[in-house]
């Protein structure tokens, strides 16, 4: 036997040629894919988050609130999920407030140390009198996330049970305080407290503002630090470092009283909506500053958190 050669020169390179076009079919064929898949949950996202913002700004109480949490609920239950919804009145400096936190359950496959995931947003915007707030991004970009990702999720097979998670009442309804913000979070926190589920909870991945087609996550301080990190490497892995920043600030968001109820969280939030944050509570907080990129990175490194977070 002889070992096998080319039979010529030529014949060499139709091989090298025929590897070289099969190999850059294989990457075509690889990028169509991903560009499918990247192009799917943002595109959604941001379908979703315009049906939402599309209802006008959302202040709790309002009309276009209630039509908010219809929508919420007809899209979790359509994705085949359980929902709860928890009722309750807020005492604000306005007077007493109905509220409505939304929960759409996934239960895991089980199995040893199972534990709840959830992942969060606020739906309601910041009540505002002197002008037309609709809160695209603060309100409208997590809850068209969690939305599109709710049918997503539903397929997964993932061991933790999965909560998505609406919360309502984050803003403030006069001046940020510890008595007048976070009433949604607040209440939930409380509630997992008092039934003793909050040691249950394994982790808590809050999304705020993520749709800014100027995306930068900031690491924010108060998040626990383990969590943080597994959220920043998941979007590493990903590539997407350069909108995960490095630097940061302490951020106080609906993942406060989480985090004062023992269950480890993180807040995914880019606070810088922009030219100097002048977007954030402002008439400009609009649909045209969202892009389904940014919602589409968020997802990804979301789902890439969840699959390293169900491996533990
Ligand atoms: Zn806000």
Redesign the pocket.
Known sequence: MTPWRPRSKSGRYKVLLALVILAGAALLAWVAVSLTKAASIGKDALEQANRIIALGPRPCGSEAHQKAQAAIVEKLTSSGMAVDQDHFTAKTPVGSVPMNNIIGRIPGRGGISQRTIILAT?YD??LVRDFRFV?AN??GSGTGLLLALAPLLVKQNYRHNIWLVFLDG??AFREWSATDSLYGSRHMAGELKARGIAPQIGAFILL??VGDADLGILQDSNSTPWLRDLVWKAAARLGYSKHFLSTGTAMEDDHMPFLQAGIPSVDVIDFDYGPGNSY??TVHDTADKLSAQSLQIVGDVVLETLSELDGQ
Request: glycine letters at 16%; a negative charge; zero cysteines.
């Open positions: 606020h915007t910041k809160g603060d309100g984050e803003e705020d503002m954030w509570h």
